[in-house]
């Protein structure tokens, strides 16, 4: 009897699909666009992935702007190449497949590569620019960059987007300063703040924010003086706050003396005497034992007798035959001769009609050529002199008895260089008496009844210049 025969069971395990290979899915997967699954055939799984790419670069690189979201991107591109291997495992790469999956992630890597050498290349002009402090370079190489660069690196293309902030701070900081220089303290202000700024957190980009500050202080001064003043008040007055931009008091003790001079002659030309007197003191006082002292000394003396002048004049207006406000409240013009021997020339105010018959040598036109300045008062009646009868209309055989009196006049004179009393006084004219026909008037609405018992002198001009040059003169 024939024995059985016996045969091994046949082995059933299929063999590997022919396909792209771990390597091969994993290639085409480095795409990022799931070539590699279209290779093992899962179109929707290529599908799904190509579109969550396609989100997250969008998001990266006008969204997001992270360095982390960088780094998601990143893990997301090697899950597909992790997963394109997993998919892929025991099967056997076909040749083609090999070549057109190569042919599918060759351009993306090539244009990766360009894109990063091209950024590379930006970078280091961006660095060599920050160093230069040169804004102008710099933001002309931030606008080289675009989406892909942005694609292939974040952190290169965020600098750039960062040196394009600091530069724009910079730009308004830097118009602010050249507002400045017109005597602006607000502009001022904003451009420190502005370039504060990009000190304290733009690191980095500090010799941007230095350049500036150099082209602004090498403004200094200013064409204006009074420009160049307020600018440097502004600087003395700055607290220093330890960055970079202390420096700039450095200017103020080699520009504001001679701003505040220039300054004060500007005012001192437009008749803003109390300004101009101010900015001369302030260099007397702010830097003792400057070369400019004498110069702002004599500003300030200048300065003090144009205000003088002009209060005074001010507290003469009126008319010749009225007494003005200086009569009640005197002022000094220290710039008038003083008081003294000679003929002391006057302004004379108030009663005209015996003001008016001095010798016009005595009289001055204007403050700047006075000594004194009288201030006389009404007519009054002064020593009787002697008593005559005089013909009455209403009663011929009853005379009138006239008393003939000095002329009495109430006279202050002041000294116009300090302003002091020099003569109150009441000066009296004398005159004749009694003359054969007396000559008076009554007012029109009442009857002539007669002379009136009492009248003045009849004086001459020697005797009126006489009673006045009794101060006039010396």
């Known amino acids: 009897m024939d024995e059985p025969t016996q045969v091994e069971p046949e082995d059933r395990t299929p063999e590997p699909e022919p396909g792209v290979g771990p390597l091969g899915a994993a290639l085409g997967n480095a795409s990022l666009f799931g070539a590699g699954y279209l290779a093992l055939g899962k179109r929707r799984l290529a599908l799904i992935t190509s579109l969550v790419t396609v989100v997250l670069v969008a998001l990266l690189a006008t969204v997001v702007r992270e360095w982390w979201f960088d780094v998601v991107v990143l893990l997301w591109w090697a899950a597909m190449i992790w997963h394109g291997w997993f998919l892929a495992g025991g099967r056997r790469a076909k040749r083609w497949r090999w070549a057109v999956l190569l042919a599918f992630t060759l351009p993306v890597v090539v244009v990766v590569g360009l894109l990063r050498f091209d950024l590379h290349r930006i970078d280091v002009a961006l660095a060599d620019a920050r160093a230069q402090g040169d804004c102008a370079r710099a933001v002309d190489s931030v606008e080289q960059l675009w989406f892909g660069h942005r694609v292939v690196d974040l952190t290169t293309t965020y600098r750039g987007e960062v040196t394009r902030e600091a530069c724009k701070l910079v730009g308004a900081a830097k118009g602010k300063l050249a507002t400045a220089l017109t005597g602006r303290t607000d502009a001022l202000k904003e451009g420190f703040d502005g370039l504060a700024q990009v000190l304290l957190q733009f690191r980095g980009h500090e010799k941007m924010a230095e350049v500036v500050l150099d082209g602004f202080l090498a403004g200094l001064p200013a064409k204006n003086p009074c420009h160049t003043a307020v600018v440097t008040d502004w600087l003395r007055e700055r607290k220093p706050t ?128 006075a000594v004194l300045v009288v201030c006389a008062g009404t007519t009054e009646f002064g020593a009787a002199m002697r008593t005559c009868p005089y013909e009455s209309k209403i009663s011929p055989t009853f005379p009138v008895q006239v008393t003939f009196h000095k002329i009495a006049i109430p ?53 009126v210049h006489a009673a006045f040059g009794s101060f006039i003169n010396q």
């Open 411 to 463: 006279v202050k004179a002041y000294e116009l260089r300090t302003g002091k009393l020099v003569t109150d006084t009441k000066i009296e004219i004398d005159g004749s008496t009694c003359p054969k026909v007396l000559n008076y008037s009554r007012p029109r609405l009442l009857a002539d009844i007669g002379p009136p018992s009492q009248v003045h002198v009849i004086t001459t001009d020697d005797k």
């Open 242 to 369: 330890g960055i970079a931009l202390d420096r700039a008091s450095d200017v103020v003790g080699r520009t504001a003396p001679a701003a505040l001079l220039g300054c004060g002659d500007d005012l001192m030309r437009v008749k803003n005497w109390q300004q101009a007197r101010q900015r001369y003191q302030q260099l007397i006082d702010q830097y003792p034992g400057h070369e400019l002292i004498a110069k702002a000394q004599e500003g300030v003396k200048q300065a003090t007798l144009a205000l003088e002048l002009a209060n005074v004049r001010d507290l003469l207006r009126g008319s010749a035959g009225s007494q003005p406000a200086y009569c009640s409240r005197p002022a000094q013009y220290s710039g008038a001769a003083p008081y003294g021997k000679g003929t002391n020339r006057s302004l004379i105010y108030g009663n005209s009609e015996y003001a008016n018959k001095l010798p016009g040598e005595w009289k001055a036109n204007d403050p700047t050529d």
